[in-house]
């Protein structure tokens, strides 16, 4: 494969070559993912790339451990379920108990399962731009002093990238599960994050987030794929409207057609979310829709493939 170069981009070689030594079947997959990048696009996967060798280090079995779970994600998670997807046209499960049961509850799975998200948002295309988009984009977007609110950070690399990010206020960070939230914590004392982060332990369907007291207490709030594992989205998104100060902005990373043993929200089409957003009385300012590696946004739409759709909505002023 024509890899990128190991001069300008030595940790993502890096990833490159452990997948491949372990994988060299996935070669053609990886030579479309990267063939497409630009050099901003390449720069960026490169700082990503970065931050997962240091998280690497304090991983039993480091970077072979991050390629074979790489690996056990594409080929044992992700394809069965595809291939539940393509016959039924619906995701296998729709309630999250049965999710809780059969995924979050099973701590081996959930490691692996985690380890090759990671590892997926440099070498899938579409997880890469969005990350992009919420650094280059959205993080800069926002007024100097805001505070910040992400909800479920799981891994912690888009909470560290708030922390590094100079103009940002205050940053906090809720999460349904304590398991998450001691890896986003675990994430940001591993990479080395210079700012406090607000912890706590909160279901976004807490009904004591809706009390007064909690009524807009953000300029932003994150929510990256996390709402297509919710049983009620829209309620969600009113939670985040709440949470909201009057012009706060929200930014939220949906997948449409994207089947996984956890996910129970299924979009259709980019617009579907939008709309969702829409109705709950945000101003959509912002949208980007990033296909699948290998596949135009036509084609990913016409024929239901992954499209990571990512929405910048704005509460209105009043
Ligand atoms: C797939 S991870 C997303 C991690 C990261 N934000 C990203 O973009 O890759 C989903 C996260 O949402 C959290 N989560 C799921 N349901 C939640 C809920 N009801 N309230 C708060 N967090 C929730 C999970 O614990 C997990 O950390």
């Not at 390629?67 to 291939?83: G, K, M, S």
């Not at 309620?235 to 043993?261: D, E, F, M, T, Y």
């Not at 101003?283 to 910048?312: E, S, W, Y």
């Amino acid at each position: 494969m024509n890899c990128p170069d190991q001069n300008t981009y030595p940790n993502l070689s890096k990833l490159i070559f452990e997948i491949l030594s372990l994988w060299p079947e996935h070669e053609r997959y990886l030579e479309k993912s990267f063939s497409c990048r630009d050099i901003h696009l390449l720069r960026h996967s490169e700082r990503l790339s970065a931050m997962i060798m240091r998280l690497s280090h304090t991983i039993d079995g480091g970077l072979t451990t991050l390629a074979a779970d790489y690996r056990f994600l594409c080929e044992q998670i992700v394809l069965p379920e595809e291939l539940y997807f393509r016959r039924n046209g619906r995701y296998r499960l729709t309630k999250f108990e049965d999710a809780l049961n059969t995924v979050y509850s099973d701590n081996v799975f959930m490691t692996r399962y985690m380890n090759g998200l990671l590892m997926s948002d440099v070498m899938w295309v579409n997880h890469c731009r969005g990350l992009q988009h919420y650094t280059e984009k959205f993080l800069p977007s926002l007024d100097a002093g805001s505070d910040l609110l992400e909800i479920g950070p799981g891994h912690g690399l888009l909470l560290f990238l708030a922390t590094e990010a100079s103009h940002i206020g205050s940053v906090s960070a809720w999460d349904v599960s304590q398991t998450s939230l001691a890896m986003s914590q675990h994430a940001l004392e591993t990479l080395g994050a210079t700012r406090q982060v607000k912890f706590e332990a909160r279901n976004i369907f807490d009904a004591s987030i809706l009390d007064e007291a909690r009524a807009g207490l953000f300029d932003a709030v994150v929510l990256s794929e996390v709402l297509e594992h919710l049983e009620q989205p829209e309620q969600a998104i009113r939670v985040l409207l709440h949470l909201c100060k009057p012009s706060g902005r929200v930014w939220i990373n949906v997948p449409a057609n994207s089947p996984a043993p956890d996910h129970l929200y299924l979009v259709n089409k980019p617009q579907q979310a939008e709309q969702l957003v829409r109705d709950v009385g945000f101003n959509v300012i912002d949208t980007a829709h990033f296909p699948m590696t290998g596949v135009t946004l036509d084609r990913a739409i016409k024929q239901q493939l992954t499209v990571t759709c990512i929405i910048v909505g704005e509460k209105p002023m009043q």
